[in-house]
């Protein structure tokens, strides 16, 4: 079996013609390379500002505003070159180069405010950074609600998407028209006086304070409120994503698990730098949402998502207790309790509390994230030996379901079994979803079954990992089906076998009752009487013994008749190839020539002999009931262990929408029966070939 779908990577939109891709490539690397640029001036001239000057502008180092747009430089050259229809390539390369800009121009303001008057383009940057500074904001949300195909959600969500672009854009677009003293009244920005000599108000409006005001007021939470929306929105595409769009999905939110862990760092750390923080995230964004459009098979994302919340979880664990012990000893011993104890005594209680339990916490962790799936050996293992301890066909099928289940921590899993008598054999483990998916189970390459799987949920959709350890649980899975239906097949078989016998035991009493006994009681009247008789009257008497002949006759006739039905004399007498022969000349008609060809079919089983035998029978007679065939070929031969007996004929062959027969089921079940197999079928130069395989050496067919 094969698990999990190869669906080809069409969430990122081709590229353009050949021909435009060369002008594309040059456009993107030339953007990336503007990023660096900027990035570099910004790091020089952070280099020739004085502290004093940077301290009396009240602003840091620009380069770490630029750094994010270094990180995204690369991601975003890469996107634009093979993805550029892909309106997330345009958005991480424009972000990028957006923070780059904006750390070039606050390195620049800081600089150019030094000089009395400042040096040229210090209004710009000014007006650059305090009016578009705020529009960085905007490349969170389209990210978001662009990935991963470039394209807004449909139906309800794209109002929803629309909206958190909205929300999170009214600020961006107060701050652009609003009078610079009122927005650094309301942002905290440095007031006019601080950069003497700047036009700041260039595009402003001449909004009155009391309207900018309130409505700054509104905007600054709707920013808020536009990202609650955005991912709001993510979760509504992963939860309803399926197959490769699904695993870019599952790309997004390692992103935002990384972003999470770096910010719960900075908020455990304050006094590190929260420019460096930022980058690192916006750099593994950046990576993320790359590999997730151009290579989301290039990792095990699901691995890689549940590596990084058990890291994650472990690191931020061992912080916490390290402050917990610097807490409480801090509070114990008081001043006596110096740096270099903090560290003696943080290195005894992890050595001592957390290192004997760190190998639990890592199996408790992953099995929470993975479920039993994180060891494959147990999963197989356990499948197994619940299979052993299960005695009946639904049991074990109900360990299978539950095995599953309980591997891939999914709420339910169905098991169906096709029965022997076209009715199916279901088993459920869990309360059964409304929708949901199925697999096929195969055995030696024939379905015998379906896994069932909720088509929605986190945990119902299969990653690469999962594929491959499912395909060797479904191997487990497909031997308890084919056990369970094979078991179904022989409860059916040996029912009716027992019926077939009663049946049988019925008709012989019922002809040896009913038809030789009356016969039988008739001759030994005619004796009795015949014997009175013979003295006084005898031609009387040899008249009652010609008849009790006769009816003696009758009763050998009966007899011969109920011997054949139970086996053809001719087997006995002449053999199978001589029987069948026999048959042949007896069932064609003389303008028919066949040809039997038997080779040494020594030492077969009386009941191979007899299926062989009623399997030519009615091949042959539906020859010349059928066919208006002018040859027929008949051959036996020994195949291994197996007996294989093939009837052919010119004839005008079967129509392909005629159902079949009777004589044709009867030809496939009396193969069956022997746990062989028989076909009918028309070969290309025409006619009619019937070909049956019966085991003869005591086993059964595959």
Request: charged content about 20%; some cysteine; proline content about 6%.
């Amino acid at each position: 079996m094969t698990v999990g779908e190869q669906v080809p990577a069409t969430a990122a939109p081709a590229g353009p013609p050949p021909r435009r891709r060369r002008p594309l490539r040059a456009l993107a690397w030339s953007g990336a390379a503007a990023t660096l640029l900027a990035v570099a001036a910004t790091a020089v001239l952070d280099a020739l500002t004085p502290d004093a000057a940077r301290a009396a502008a009240g602003a840091g180092p620009g380069w770490e505003i630029g750094l994010p747009g270094l990180l995204l430089a690369a991601p975003g050259a890469l996107l634009l070159s093979r993805a550029p229809r892909n309106a997330v390539s345009w958005v991480v390369a424009g972000t990028g180069l957006f923070w780059a800009l904006d750390g070039l121009a606050s390195s620049w303001l800081t600089y150019a405010v030094q000089d009395d008057p400042p040096l040229p383009g210090a209004s710009a940057a000014m007006w650059f950074v305090g009016r578009l500074g705020a529009a960085l904001l905007l490349g969170l949300p389209l990210l978001l609600l662009l990935y991963p195909d470039g394209r807004l959600p449909r139906g309800p969500w794209r109002a929803v998407s629309v909206g958190a672009l909205a929300a999170t854009a009214a600020l961006p677009v107060l701050l652009l028209v609003t009078p610079f003293a009122i927005a650094a009244e309301r942002g905290g920005t440095p007031t006019p006086g601080v950069y003497r000599g700047l036009d700041l108000d260039p595009a402003s409006l001449p909004l009155p304070r009391d309207v900018a005001l309130p409505l700054l007021e509104l905007a600054f939470p709707a920013t808020g409120l536009g990202l609650l929306l955005a991912l709001a929105v993510v979760v509504a595409r992963l939860r309803a994503a399926t197959g490769e769009d699904r695993r870019r999905m599952r790309w997004l939110l390692w992103a935002g698990v990384v972003d999470a862990l770096v910010l719960l760092g900075a908020l455990l750390f304050p006094q590190a730098t929260l420019g460096l923080d930022l980058s690192l995230a916006v750099g593994l964004t950046g990576l993320a949402v790359t590999l997730g459009i151009l290579r989301p098979r290039a990792v095990d994302i699901d691995r890689l998502l549940g590596g990084t919340l058990v890291y994650g979880g472990l690191a931020a664990g061992v912080v916490v207790v390290d402050l917990a012990v610097l807490a409480a000893a801090g509070t114990l011993l008081g001043g006596r309790f110096d740096e270099r104890n903090a560290v003696v005594v943080t290195l005894l209680v992890v050595a001592a509390v957390y290192v004997p339990l760190r190998a639990a916490l890592w199996r408790l962790v992953r099995r929470w994230v993975f479920g039993e799936r994180e060891d494959p050996y147990r999963v197989v293992a356990g499948l197994a030996e619940r299979l052993e301890r299960s005695d009946g066909a639904e049991e074990q099928l109900l360990a299978v379901a539950a095995g599953i289940a309980e591997a891939f921590r999914v709420p339910w899993v169905g098991v169906e079994v096709d029965s022997a008598d076209g009715g199916r054999l279901v088993a459920g483990h869990g309360r059964r979803p409304a929708a949901v998916q199925s697999l096929p189970i195969a055995y030696r390459g024939e379905e015998v079954g379906r896994l069932l799987l909720p088509r929605d949920g986190v945990r119902a959709h299969l990653v690469t990992r999962d594929e491959r350890l499912l395909a060797d649980v479904v191997r487990q899975a497909a031997a308890a089906a084919r056990a369970s239906s094979l078991a179904a097949q022989l409860q059916a078989g040996r029912e009716q076998l027992v019926a077939a016998r009663e049946e049988e035991r019925r008709r012989l009493r019922r002809d040896l009752h009913d038809g030789l006994g009356p016969s039988l009681g008739a001759v030994v009247l005619r004796i009795d009487t015949a014997r009175n008789l013979a003295a006084s009257r005898p031609e009387e008497a040899d008249r009652l013994l010609r008849q009790a002949r006769d009816d003696v006759a009758a009763a050998l006739a009966d007899v011969r008749r109920l011997v054949h039905d139970l086996r053809p004399p001719a087997l006995d007498d002449l053999g199978l190839a001589g029987a069948v022969r026999q048959q042949a000349q007896r069932l064609l008609p003389a303008e028919v020539a066949v040809t039997v060809d038997a080779g040494d079919l020594a030492e077969l089983p009386a009941a191979v002999e007899v299926a062989a035998y009623r399997i030519v029978s009615e091949a042959l007679a539906n020859v010349a009931r059928h066919a208006a065939a002018s040859r027929a070929a008949v051959s036996l031969a020994r195949d291994g262990g197996d007996l294989v007996v093939t009837v052919t004929d010119d004839g005008a062959g079967i129509a392909p929408d005629r159902a079949a027969g009777v004589g044709l089921v009867a030809l496939r079940e009396r193969a069956a029966e022997l746990g062989g197999t028989c076909t009918v079928g028309c070969p290309a130069d025409g006619g009619t070939e019937v070909r049956a395989v019966l085991p003869a050496d005591g086993r059964r067919s595959r």
